[in-house]
């Protein structure tokens, strides 16, 4: 596309992308404790780097980027301060993403996904994420941009299978 499309054209195009990618996966049951929050946990069979490090590999098992880790811990320590492991992976698909970002700046702000590997007070791991109900009425909408039903489940799907991946 060129920077002549008009903002409706890009949005078309956005959507269609975010409906074509995630339904070509299997779908993945809805896990049964995402309660109203829009966040969904797993428990990982793994310590705080091998899951950080399936998240990834699934991540580019997909065909998406993995942009960065931010480690909160390490920062903390950095500042003298104790926190249990807390990562976060910013993760996505920039064919994906771009042209909402052309079309909506401001979608930039949110974008790239993220997930949340944490440390809970028992030493056991957990990877946090959103819904994909959850970024559509939360994220995307903010921006202007709607998500139909079906992105919204195909994005379910596709981050179920990452987060199930890495933490099993």
């Known amino acids: 596309m060129t920077?002549?499309?008009?903002?409706?054209?890009?949005?078309?195009?956005?959507?269609?992308?975010?409906?074509a990618m995630p339904l070509a996966l299997p779908a993945q049951a809805q896990p049964a404790s995402t309660g109203d929050s829009g966040l969904v946990t797993?428990?990982?069979?793994?310590?705080?780097?091998?899951?950080?490090?399936?998240?990834g590999a699934a991540v580019r098992a997909a065909g998406w980027k993995v942009f960065a880790?931010?480690?909160h811990a390490a920062a903390a320590r950095d500042a003298g301060l104790p926190l249990r492991g807390r990562s976060v992976?910013?993760?996505?698909?920039?064919?994906?993403?771009?042209?909402?970002?052309?079309?909506?700046?401001?979608?930039?702000?949110?974008?790239?996904?993220r997930v949340l590997v944490w440390e809970?007070?028992?030493?056991?791991?957990?990877?946090?994420?959103?819904?994909g109900a959850d970024l559509a009425s939360r994220v995307f909408a903010r921006h202007g941009v709607t998500i139909p039903a079906e992105g919204q489940r195909g994005t379910e799907?596709?981050?179920?299978?990452?987060?199930?991946?890495?933490?099993?």
């Open 120 to 131: 809970d007070d028992q030493g056991g791991v957990q990877i946090t994420r959103s819904t």
């Open 42 to 55: 797993l428990r990982s069979a793994h310590g705080m780097r091998p899951t950080l490090d399936r998240f």
């Open 157 to 168: 799907a596709l981050l179920d299978r990452l987060t199930r991946e890495a933490a099993q």
């Open 69 to 71: 880790e931010i480690d």
């Open 89 to 113: 992976v910013l993760f996505g698909n920039p064919a994906a993403g771009t042209p909402g970002m052309a079309a909506n700046p401001t979608l930039a702000l949110d974008l790239p996904m």
């Open 3 to 19: 920077a002549a499309a008009s903002p409706a054209a890009l949005r078309r195009l956005l959507v269609l992308v975010a409906l």
